[in-house]
T-cell receptor, first 110, second 115 residues
Framework: GEDVEQSLFLSVREGDSSVINCTYT??????LYWYKQEPGAGLQLLTY?????DMKQDQRLTVLLNKKDKHLSLRIADTQTGDSAIYFC??????????FGTGTQLKVEL | DAGVIQSPRHEVTEMGQEVTLRCKPI?????LFWYRQTMMRGLELLIY????????DSGMPEDRFSAKMPNASFSTLKIQPSEPRDSAVYFC?????????????FGQGTRLTVV
């Protein structure tokens, strides 16, 4: 099956940039996503990228996709305390199967 | 639409009891997913449906777990008999396969504690 890996924790200072990384094994995914989970809540879609793109920018968010290395990253510029959450990368495989990574807990310190 | 609705929000049950978790997807969505989230294993896909038909149940841990979708607006995940290691947060999500981004919308989750 699909393997989607992320580092477990990331700590940054408020105002700095955060970079959350994700590696995956299945190169057939059409859509690659970043979801955010705040404490006690379900996941919400932050942004997504089509597999034929290298980069997507959406306000403070920049998604980079390196298909050769099967590597996806999410950069959050000017990180704020409200960005503290768990971030999941996710991929759609065959049949629209949505598989999530292990999640990265982002902690933003003052 | 009120979003994906799951019930109950919290469930505490004794080992050996049957547990039924419920989900109402967003109207018009044709995909429904059941996930389990734990500290140890992260977010695991248990099973998903397309047009009420189970497509992939390879993530269902054991025969004690079963899921049904009798119609487009309702799904259940049943655990019988429940065990302490089933304690987790169970999420239901739905999506529209024909949408541009196929965004999955999640419910608030059911926190299950088996004692």
């Amino acid at each position: 099956g699909e393997d989607v890996e992320q580092s477990l924790f990331l700590s940054v200072r408020e105002g700095d940039s955060s970079v959350i990384n994700c590696t995956y094994t299945d190169s057939s995914s059409t859509y690659l996503y970043w979801y955010k989970q705040e404490p006690g809540a379900g996941l919400q879609l932050l942004t997504y990228i089509f597999s034929n793109m290298d980069m997507k920018q959406d306000q403070r968010l920049t998604v980079l996709l390196n298909k050769k290395d099967k590597h996806l990253s999410l950069r959050i510029a000017d990180t704020q305390t409200g960005d503290s959450a768990i971030y999941f990368c996710a991929l759609t495989g065959g049949g629209n199967k949505l598989t999530f990574g292990t999640g990265t807990q982002l902690k933003v310190e003052l | 639409d009120a979003g994906v609705i799951q019930s109950p929000r919290h469930e505490v049950t004794e080992m050996g009891q049957e547990v039924t978790l419920r989900c109402k997807p967003i109207s018009g969505h044709d995909y429904l997913f059941w996930y389990r989230q734990t500290m140890m294993r992260g977010l695991e896909l248990l099973i998903y449906f397309n047009n009420n038909v189970p497509i992939d149940d390879s993530g269902m841990p054991e025969d004690r777990f079963s899921a049904k979708m009798p119609n487009a607006s309702f799904s259940t995940l049943k655990i019988q008999p429940s065990e302490p290691r089933d304690s987790a947060v169970y999420f239901c999500a739905s999506s529209l396969g024909a949408s541009q981004d196929r965004e999955a919308f999640f419910g608030q989750g059911t926190r299950l504690t088996v004692v």
